[in-house]
Each structure stands twice: as structure tokens, then as C-alpha cells.
């Protein structure tokens, strides 16, 4: 499987983004697909999930203000980010076969090289 993320970039705070992934490889019709972020010196969190049953899932912090879609055939997956805050700051990575354990991400599966988002003013 390989994912290739772009999209991301610098921006001020209150400002939007949106990140695509394109994934490749995959021979399964069921699974799940996603984004999650790390930080420097903070350990990595799951953003947003659509599960292998279509169902989606938002980290708390990000709820109202970041949307995750897909083609039907997960193929593409975009992150729209809005509303950006500096605590938002991270390498963004797409990810599919992620486990959820209790509404977390519990095993991020394979992901792709990431891409940086900054928000500063």
C-alpha cells in the first residue's frame, strides 16, 4: 500500500488548509482510512478516521472545525481544516488500516511520509 500526502503548508491562525492523500495498492474492499498528527516531542494522535464501515471519527479538539471525506473507493481522502489554531502545528500523516479502541486511535497501520502544517502568525 503507499499513501502520498500533499497539501499542507503555512498559515495564520484562523486560517484554513486542506490535505489530500492519494492511496495506491490496496486489494481489500473494507478497511479504514485517516489522518493523524505528531508533534515535536508529543506523541502521535489520530484526527480523523472514516472506519472500514463508512462510519467518522474526530478527535475532540478538531471537532467543528476539520472534515475528512473520501471517493467511494477510498482512493482519495481529504482533511479540510479550518479555523487552524498554533496548537495545530504538526506533521500531518494519512494512514490507512487504523484501529480504534473506545473512540482512539489505538494502532495507526501504514501511513505515508507525511506533510508539515504550520499555523503562525
Known amino acids: 500500500v503507499q499513501l502520498v500526502e500533499s497539501g499542507g503548508g503555512l498559515v495564520q491562525p484562523g486560517g484554513s488548509l486542506t490535505l489530500s492523500c492519494a492511496v495506491s495498492?490496496?486489494?481489500?474492499?473494507?478497511?479504514?482510512i485517516g489522518w493523524f498528527r505528531q508533534a515535536p516531542g508529543k506523541e502521535r494522535e489520530g484526527v480523523a478516521v472514516?472506519?472500514?464501515?463508512?462510519?467518522?471519527y474526530y478527535l475532540d479538539s478538531v471537532k467543528g472545525r476539520f472534515t475528512i471525506s473520501s471517493d467511494n473507493a477510498k482512493n482519495t481522502v481529504i482533511l479540510k481544516m479550518n479555523s487552524l489554531k498554533p496548537e495545530d502545528t504538526a506533521t500531518y500523516y494519512c494512514?490507512?488500516?487504523?484501529?480504534?479502541?473506545?473512540?482512539?486511535?489505538?494502532?495507526?497501520?501504514?501511513w505515508g511520509q507525511g506533510t508539515q502544517v504550520t499555523v503562525s502568525s
Open positions: 495498492g490496496r486489494t481489500s474492499d473494507y478497511f479504514s
Open positions: 494512514a490507512t488500516d487504523l484501529v480504534m479502541v473506545a473512540g482512539t486511535v489505538t494502532d495507526f497501520g501504514t
Open positions: 472514516i472506519g472500514s464501515t463508512d462510519a467518522t
